[in-house]
């Protein structure tokens, strides 16, 4: 599959796009309306059915989904090899510190900033994929659990650290078992 590059401007455009789409959810309604006709009678019903298993299976829902795009919209062979160069690079800044060389250390750093970059533009160029759902879920979340109340999960947590919580740790194992660098 021959992936198409993304640049920054497009990753710009799209973070722009999401937070104007945030900016205009309450404003517009035909934004929120369309996205509360098609997510209340699925993610909605799950929740309203059991409020910790349909936020479970929501998370690994959407998080089996970026997965899965985050695989197959970003070259994973150039990101495995980015990250084995920083892990060479990391390696022998450990080394030459202990050596006391503060000119090589620098040097190695310096070499090290240059790559991020390119690391950064291949890790979000899934993002553009994304970015608009996300806002639209998170804002529709914001609307459900406004409606529902103080729901607190495990006695303490909001909403919001729950599904965030629970979507780094879903994504990790996901990322884990799909191998996505």
Same mark, same amino acid.
Not at 3 to 28: C, E, H, P, Q, Y
Not at 144 to 163: K, M, P, Q, V
């Given at each position: 599959?021959?992936?198409?590059? $993304?640049? @920054?401007? !497009?990753? +710009? &455009?799209?973070?722009?796009? #999401?937070?104007?789409? *945030?900016?205009?959810?309450?404003?517009?309604?035909?934004?929120?309306?369309?996205?509360?006709?098609?997510?209340?009678?699925?993610?909605?019903?799950?929740?309203?059915?059991?409020?910790?298993?349909?936020?479970?299976?929501?998370?690994?829902? $959407?998080? @089996?989904? !970026?997965? +899965? &795009?985050?695989?197959?919209? #970003?070259?994973?062979? *150039?990101?495995?090899?980015?990250?084995?160069?920083?892990?060479?690079?990391?390696?022998?800044?450990?080394?030459?510190?202990?050596?006391?060389?503060?000119?090589?250390?620098?040097?190695?750093?310096?070499?090290?900033?240059?790559?991020?970059?390119?690391? @950064?533009?291949?890790?979000?160029?899934?993002?553009?994929? #994304?970015?608009?759902?996300?806002?639209?879920?998170?804002?529709?979340?914001?609307?459900?659990?406004?409606?529902?109340?103080?729901?607190?999960?495990?006695?303490?947590?909001?909403?919001?650290?729950?599904?965030?919580?629970?979507?780094?740790?879903?994504?990790?194992?996901?990322?884990?078992?799909?191998?996505?660098?």
């Amino acid at each position: 599959m021959v992936k198409k590059k $993304i640049g @920054f401007r !497009t990753i +710009l &455009i799209v973070m722009i796009l #999401t937070l104007v789409i *945030a900016g205009l959810w309450d404003s517009l309604p035909l934004i929120r309306d369309l996205v509360h006709s098609i997510l209340d009678p699925s993610f909605g019903t799950l929740l309203n059915w059991n409020l910790y298993l349909g936020m479970i299976i929501i998370v690994i829902f $959407i998080s @089996f989904l !970026t997965t +899965l &795009i985050q695989k197959y919209t #970003t070259d994973q062979e *150039a990101l495995k090899e980015l990250k084995e160069k920083q892990k060479r690079i990391q390696e022998e800044i450990k080394k030459f510190q202990k050596e006391g060389n503060s000119a090589k250390t620098m040097e190695l750093q310096k070499k090290q900033f240059e790559a991020i970059p390119e690391t @950064f533009r291949l890790s979000m160029s899934s993002f553009v994929y #994304t970015g608009v759902p996300f806002i639209l879920f998170i804002r529709w979340f914001q609307d459900f659990f406004a409606s529902a109340g103080e729901i607190r999960f495990l006695g303490f947590l909001n909403w919001f650290w729950f599904y965030l919580i629970l979507l780094v740790l879903i994504g990790g194992i996901l990322r884990k078992v799909l191998k996505v660098h």
